[in-house]
């Protein structure tokens, strides 16, 4: 079955799926971006997905191109028309197609709307959470506003791409005071000693992760004690569980950092116990 993609209001084969050359997006990365959960076919944490889009618009003035009831709709017809029962559902807005220069364009330019799925075998990430993965630590170096979901993310591709280098599956930033910020993809998670969850606030510095969001309350839900605090990648090394959230990996935990086997080189129990009970929590759309 061909693959279908919703391009600008209408819906065509995913191998001829377009956009202009002048597309923001394409010449400034000037857009922003969702990737929402398929899970049984149904859409997950689909209300906080749709507020975090609302929220990257607004910051980077880009008015929204249509109604939250419109954008689900859309998001469930793409999904529907590439029967995927587990998955992902990928949404881009950018500020639309305009003469390349650097100031915004008049306001009667449209944002452009892409949006694709695509089944992933849950299979997959179930065995990699059974052994856990491995993550290594790269310098900082990306812009102050990562709070924005841009579309904007080479320093992202480059990390990662380190990581596959390494034989890891993802890679943590560390700021040059020695903390890690978050992951290329993810957010990251300690369990101390005492065995309280540790992760850094999502004020300011990082992306406040809709998979965050739900393991904060599961957390609360099951009287797991979370601390929301920078720590440093020297302290992830000498952690008692590690592990990453979002909306592709759930609850990966982490059995190793750069050469550090963290805990028994094992997936630990909390990280065990908040992936098995994450479906309790989110919210799954009909």
Known sequence: MSRIAYVNGRYVPHAYAQVHVEDRGYQFSDGVYEVCEVHDGHLVD?????????????????????????????????????????????????????KRDHPFPKDDVAPAVVVTARTIDPKKSAKSAESGISVITVPENRWDRVDIKSVSLLPNVLAR???????????????????????SATNAWIVDQDGRLITRPAEFGILRGITRTVVVDLANREGVEIVERPFTAEEARKAREAFVTSAT??????????????????PGSIAGKLRELFYTQAEIAP
Not at 249 to 266: E, R, S, T
């Open 46 to 98: 689909e209300t906080r997905h749709m507020a975090r889009l609302s929220r990257s618009l607004k910051e980077l003035r880009i008015r929204e191109p249509m109604s939250v009831k419109a954008f689900g709709h859309v998001l469930r017809e793409t999904v529907r028309r590439n029967r995927v029962r587990n998955g992902l559902v990928y949404l881009q807005v950018t500020r639309g197609v305009a």
């Open 249 to 266: 990996k759930l609850v990966m935990p982490v059995v190793k950092i750069d050469d550090a086997v963290i805990g028994n080189g094992k």
């Open 161 to 183: 791409q380190a990581a596959e280098d390494a034989g890891a599956s993802e890679a943590w930033f560390v700021d040059q005071d020695g903390y890690v910020t978050e992951g």
